[in-house]
């Protein structure tokens, strides 16, 4: 990201530069055609960055830490240069020591080195934690290649699925979601495919990530649905609409990807902010130029709150999410330590029901300007599944 007083931390660790590579990798990651530059991004009143003993919440019947760890950035960033392996595999044990348990990954990430990476990196501690993946995009299984379009065809899945366990090193997926729904595919086929795949013991739960409402009902009724993920944050709120009532409705937990806001959140784009080229942020028209200024009010609302609760405009983002429902796990990402840290610091943050009132009340008056995602992204999501014949 450029910014036009050109300003770097001279600590190397400035959240401008460490959240490049999340949005980045988000964008690659639901475009199917993008080049490889693209393919790479209960709580107790606590200190910023203490030593975690993570609460734990529960998606569905799955029991999994309070905040999870994305890590879709960390074989690729955002300059196309590749993070160190060892600090990646440093990160992901750190976050087990401090008391996370719930990584989540995707074949679509990398293609398929992200997987590898999670796989060496939780070994020692395997059967500790949590694993969630992802299946649904149209790659190549022998060379990691982002073939046009979406394939969830049954037979492709239960291949996907042996190519995940090879690099995850392991014999089971504790989640699994399909990653966009497939508008060739009854939902019903690849519950279907699921299904026979828990049968023989390698998948344990299963989910949808950024489905149409009638998909997730038809699918739960099919193979019962552990949990949701979509895009969710104090930027996009759109899952209140229906989503999350429906998952509430149902018992099926919520997972929050971009749950700050690719960066908005943390204070790290202000007025003045440009974006590099490629960085799918300069095509999201909610970080135009026209819009950054109304759209800093949010900002300066949690820059005002993060000093009355001293705690960082990050954790006070995350706390909010955690304090929607009991049911719903933020996953942010990072390849910086300090950020890992603080974030899983989000744990630690509480919220009085007449500090969550009086914040809510002062977000209302907030309104946010743009578009959540390109339209090139956004034709994935909210897809209803063909009925089956």
């Not at 998606?59 to 600090?87: A, C, H, M």
């Not at 969630?132 to 239960?158: C, M, V, Y």
């Not at 999350?244 to 971009?258: A, D, N, Q, T, Y």
Request: with cysteine; proline share 5%.
């Amino acid at each position: 990201m450029n910014n036009e007083t050109n300003k770097k931390s001279t600590d190397g660790l400035n959240r401008r530069d460490a959240l490049k590579t999340s949005v980045l990798i988000a964008g690659a990651a639901l475009l199917p055609n993008v080049s490889n530059a693209f393919s790479v991004s209960s709580h107790i009143e606590g200190d910023k960055n203490t030593k975690n003993d993570l609460a734990r919440r529960k998606l569905g019947k799955l029991d999994v830490s309070s905040v999870g760890l994305g890590v879709q950035n960390i074989s690729r960033t955002y300059q196309t240069t590749i993070p160190t392996r060892s600090e990646m595999h440093k990160i992901i044990r750190t976050a087990f020591e401090n008391g996370l348990t719930f990584y989540d990954a995707a074949e679509a990430y990398g293609p398929h080195e992200v997987e590898r990476i999670l796989g060496e990196g939780v070994a020692p501690f395997r059967d500790k934690i949590i694993i969630a993946t992802k299946f649904g995009w149209n790659i190549d299984q022998e060379t990691g290649k982002r073939n046009p379009g979406l394939n969830s065809q049954p037979e492709h899945i239960k291949v996907v699925v042996e190519g995940m366990l090879k690099r995850l090193r392991t014999d089971r997926i504790d989640l699994l979601y399909q990653h966009r729904v497939d508008p060739a595919v009854p939902i019903e086929d690849v519950a279907g495919a699921v299904k026979e795949l828990m049968k023989q013991g390698k998948v344990l739960n299963w989910g949808l990530s950024e489905p149409g409402i009638e998909t997730v009902r038809r699918a739960h009724k099919e193979l019962p649905l552990t949990a949701i993920q979509n895009e969710y944050s104090l930027l996009w709120r759109g899952p209140e609409k229906a989503i999350i009532p429906l998952c509430e409705e149902l018992g099926i937990g919520f997972v929050c990807w971009s749950p700050l806001g690719v960066g908005f959140l943390t204070g790290a784009i202000d007025t003045n902010t440009r974006f590099a080229q490629g960085d799918i942020r300069s095509i999201e028209s909610r970080f135009a130029p026209e819009n950054l200024s109304s759209n800093s009010a949010l900002v300066a609302l949690l820059k005002k709150w993060s000093v009355q609760k001293n705690v960082t405009a990050a954790q006070l983002s995350l706390a909010w999410l955690m304090a929607q429902k009991p049911w719903i796990v933020p996953i942010p990402g990072t390849t910086q330590m300090p950020h890992m840290m603080e974030n899983i610091g989000a744990d630690k943050i509480q919220f009085s029901t007449d500090e969550l009132k009086q914040f809510n009340t002062e977000l209302a008056k907030i309104e946010i300007y743009g578009a959540r995602l390109p339209d090139a992204v956004q034709v994935f999501s909210d897809v209803e599944a063909p009925v089956k014949k």
